[in-house]
């Protein structure tokens, strides 16, 4: 089979109808990773060139306009295509990829696997594709919420791209690292959703708030001494 | 497995307030619609490779853990089931002649719950000493299917244990 008519298989109503027998994501996996389609393909995507294609692929796939009454037809493709790649292609090409599938609309198995793929590249430090579209901090972390809530429904959010763009320059790398500080630290101010994070391994000290630009050593002090007593004593502690 | 942050739980907008006899949360997620010729295409599919299967209704929107657990409302991944059982009141039938109408079938794929069918009717088959049992469950999002226990789609493994939520047994 040539790739195209392995990909149009893929695409087609019968690969879809074979692999979403599946009862639960773990089933849905364990199948579309067993179907011969998909190890075509994965044998194929050895090349830079079926690597290539393929992204390019779920990039065209994730754009198309779809009737929102039902699901996407593509979300079987979609997934096996991000599988594929996710296993033969460079974080960077992955982690795009798996953000371009994130915004198709009305997947079911896509969503998660995207979310998941995307999720890694960060948490790996694989950013470098574009994701400061729906960056940002719930509101709650900055009070008294429960953190580990907080960041769930943040992630949540954020993936769901239901909060508008407000981050500019931090990277998803140093959102991971705020939010596991503010967790672990619990050293947030509780007027507004600012992150004070200590100081790095790197000795740098990191301020910043959503939508604003990082914070002059000034500003930084400043934010830093609107922290309650409480707070940073607890923090020391 | 990595897990998903948040799916299905109560920040999921597609997420019912679900819970057990006992109050335990079930996480959920609502599925879509297939388009009606994908759905016609699955069936097809179905029927071509079980054919004394028998179509009972055409719906992607829950898997065979929200039919039997939440009404055909939404979808449960089997991760939650034991959870389900032991929270729900629901204790094991040890042997398949005690089976009854409304009871359920789990079903293993390699070691793990991977299906779920309710108990229609349970006779003994005298030829053999075995049951003649017909269930009902919803196959992937393929539509739901009335049809013999053992006559599944391979992924769903084999049918291991039964369960029953029946008082006073």
């Known amino acids: 089979m040539t790739l195209t008519e392995i990909m149009q298989s893929i695409e087609s109503y019968g690969f879809s109808s074979e692999v979403n027998m599946a009862s639960g994501t773990k089933a849905f996996r364990r199948i579309l990773r067993g179907h011969e389609l998909v190890h075509r393909l994965a044998e194929l995507a050895k090349q830079a060139s079926v690597r290539a294609a393929v992204a390019q692929r779920v990039e065209e796939l994730s754009a198309l306009q779809i009737d929102k009454q039902y699901e996407n037809r593509f979300d079987s493709a979609l997934s096996a295509y991000l599988t594929v790649l996710s296993d033969t292609s460079a974080p960077d090409v992955v982690a795009k990829a798996a953000q371009a599938a994130a915004k198709a609309e009305n997947t079911w198995w896509t969503v998660g696997l995207s979310r998941e793929l995307v999720t890694r590249a960060i948490a790996t430090g694989w950013s470098a594709a574009r994701m400061s579209h729906a960056h940002t901090i719930p509101v709650r972390l900055a009070s008294n919420a429960d953190w580990q809530e907080s960041i769930q429904s943040g992630f949540v959010k954020w993936m769901a791209g239901t909060i508008p763009v407000t981050v500019g320059t931090v990277t998803g790398a140093q959102i991971l690292r705020a939010l596991r500080t503010a967790e672990e630290k619990a050293q947030v101010p509780k007027k507004n959703n600012l992150i004070v994070m200590p100081p790095s391994e790197e000795g740098e000290t990191l301020a910043w708030k959503p939508g604003r630009r990082r914070l002059s050593r000034h500003e930084y002090a400043k934010a830093a001494a609107a922290v309650p007593q409480r707070t940073r004593q607890a923090a020391r502690a | ?169």
């Open chain 2, 1 to 169: 497995m990595a897990v998903i942050i948040g799916l299905g739980n109560e920040t999921d907008n597609t997420a019912l307030a679900l819970a057990t006899s006992k109050g335990a949360r079930i996480p959920n997620s609502r599925r879509g619609e297939l388009a009606p010729e994908q759905m016609r295409e699955a069936v097809r599919i179905v029927m071509q490779n079980h054919a004394k299967c028998i179509l009972r209704s055409m719906s992607s929107v829950y898997n065979c853990f929200g039919m039997a657990f939440a009404g055909r409302r939404t979808c449960i991944e089997p991760e939650h089931v034991p959870m389900i059982l032991q929270e729900g009141g629901y204790v094991e039938v040890a042997q398949p002649a005690a089976v009854m109408t409304g009871d359920i079938v789990i079903y293993e794929y390699d070691g793990e719950i991977s299906h779920v069918a309710v108990v229609i009717s349970n006779t003994p088959d005298l030829t053999n000493g075995r049951s003649n049992m017909l269930v009902m469950s919803q196959w992937g999002s393929h539509g739901e299917y009335l049809h013999d226990y053992r006559d599944v789609h391979l992924s769903f493994g084999r049918p291991v244990r039964f369960y029953s939520e029946r008082r006073g047994i």
